[in-house]
């Protein structure tokens, strides 16, 4: 079990940078249709406050994308266990994401949705963390960049555990644990 997490971003600042990104994104979308689609299960939280701040009218749907499995560090191999379920021909589409890091799972998520002919693709993130980045990757919305740490809460986890906590640490392995 893990003991040593360090605050990184309180739930207060998660709250101002949420509404600063939502504000960016319903000036930049006013009038234009926009699906926004969430990449399961870490961005559940993030996107759940994003929408409650946005002033545009949005649609909403899931993907489920992993190149985790249970590890704490990528296998390379992005496998995507839930589809769009949503036509997004023609719609300008928003990718909703908790955590880019080495930058696989976004890029085949924009690969897949590209083949089903959306208007525009950008992409939303809360962390975008570079240290262990394997792909040259911008997003088009972030909230918090950093260079490196293994970061839990606010949807991220490790192991499936820490997600529900209300702000952002960064995990201190203990001697007896292997981290990245």
Do not use: W
């Not at 909703?96 to 998520?109: A, K, P, Q």
């Amino acid at each position: 079990m893990l003991t040593n997490l360090t605050p990184v971003l309180t739930k207060e600042k998660i709250a101002h940078i949420v509404a600063e990104l939502a504000r960016d994104i319903s000036n930049d979308y006013q009038g234009r249709q926009l699906v926004l689609i969430g990449v399961l299960k870490g961005a559940f939280i993030f996107l759940s406050d994003l929408v409650r701040h946005l002033t545009i009218p949005v649609e909403i749907d899931f993907v489920r994308a992993s190149s985790y499995a249970e590890q704490s560090c990528s296998s390379g191999q992005v496998m995507l266990t839930k589809p769009v379920e949503i036509d997004i021909e023609g719609k300008n589409v928003l990718i909703v994401e908790d955590i880019i890091d080495t930058g696989l799972t976004i890029v085949s998520l924009i690969e897949y949705l590209k083949a089903l002919k959306p208007a525009g693709i950008k992409v939303c993130v809360f962390i975008d963390k570079h240290e262990r980045r394997k792909v040259l990757f911008d997003a088009d919305y972030v909230g918090y960049s950093t260079d490196r740490g293994f970061l839990v809460g606010y949807g991220l986890d490790y192991a499936e555990k820490y997600r529900h906590l209300p702000g952002i640490f960064e995990v201190e392995p203990t001697a007896s644990e292997d981290m990245p």
